[in-house]
């Protein structure tokens, strides 16, 4: 009860911002335990309620205050074509930002795809030159939560990680947790006994899919992507994309927007 909540600040870049859309459909745990209870979520641009030149002391304050101690959580990738002129917050580039706020963080977590491997702003030619966090910040442990977007329960759950045992979570040589991204989508995937069997739909509208066979021949990436959607899925437990009828595309690998990964087997 006297523990002060662990600061966090929240910096948002080259991003659609579906990261903290997710984030705040968190399940279990429920998003409003974590910001009301668990964290102190100091400064984020889509979810507090000052702006402008008040949110910005809001976020000096932080840094002053917490040195060494705050979370920095960062959403979106960072331009470093044209001197970081292609994304600028308050006149200054998100670069300059990125710097100031990563030199107090005790940690930084990446979330999603942009921060972690650039996403669909690297895809070539990448024009504004979006390179992900961890080719920029290089003193700084860093967990990386890749996915188009991460799961809300697994953004969530990194985070009370990290508030319940004051370290980061075990993570594999991507700097991503093990505990959510040791499997491949194809190993929890209810249809795995179709592709064992060798059953698949042939097209989106065969009979084969209406029966709910295996979705490889149609573009699946499951066997190549490391993810926890089988297990935990989406919207608290609902359903996740091959549910829903269309093959996993490796949202949470690297450079699936250039790896073929829409419609293309090979
Ligand atoms: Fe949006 Fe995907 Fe980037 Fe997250 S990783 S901000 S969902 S484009
Ligand atoms: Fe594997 Fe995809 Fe087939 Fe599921 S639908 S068994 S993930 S190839
Ligand atoms: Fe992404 Fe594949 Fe899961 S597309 S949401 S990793 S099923």
Redesign the pocket.
């Known amino acids: 009860e006297t523990t002060p909540r662990l600061p966090v600040i929240w910096e948002h870049f080259q991003e659609c911002t579906c990261c903290s859309e997710s984030f705040i459909r968190s399940d279990h745990p429920i998003v409003a335990d974590i910001i009301l209870d668990k964290i102190s979520l100091d400064y984020t641009l889509t979810l507090m309620a000052a702006s402008g030149h008040q949110a910005e002391a809001a976020k000096k304050a932080t840094m002053d205050k917490y040195k060494g101690k705050y979370i920095l959580c960062v959403e979106g990738s960072v331009p470093m074509g044209a001197e970081g002129q292609y994304c600028c917050i308050g006149g200054r580039s998100a670069l300059d930002i990125l710097k100031e706020s990563a030199e107090g963080a005790a940690a930084i977590i990446a979330w999603g795809s942009c921060a972690t491997t650039g996403c669909v702003q690297a895809a070539k030619p990448n024009p504004t030159g979006a390179t992900p966090i961890d080719k920029i910040i290089t003193d700084k442990p860093i967990i990386n939560v890749p996915g188009c977007p991460p799961i809300g329960e697994v953004m969530a759950g990194i985070i009370v990680h990290v508030v319940a045992f004051g370290k980061l979570p075990e993570l594999d040589n991507a700097g991503r947790p093990k505990a959510f991204y040791s499997k491949?989508?194809?190993d929890s995937?209810?249809?795995?006994p179709?592709?064992d069997a060798g059953l698949?739909a042939e097209t989106f509208d065969d009979e084969n899919a209406q029966k709910g066979y295996?979705?490889?021949k149609v573009g699946?990436?499951?066997?190549s992507?490391y993810n926890a959607c089988?297990n935990m899925k989406w919207n608290g437990g609902v359903s996740y994309p091959?549910q829903s009828g269309h093959?996993?595309i490796g949202c949470s690998e690297k450079n699936f927007w250039d790896a073929g990964s829409f419609y293309d087997r090979d």
């Open positions: 491949r989508v194809h995937c209810y249809r795995r179709y592709f698949f295996c979705l490889y699946c990436k499951g066997p992507t089988g091959i093959g996993c």
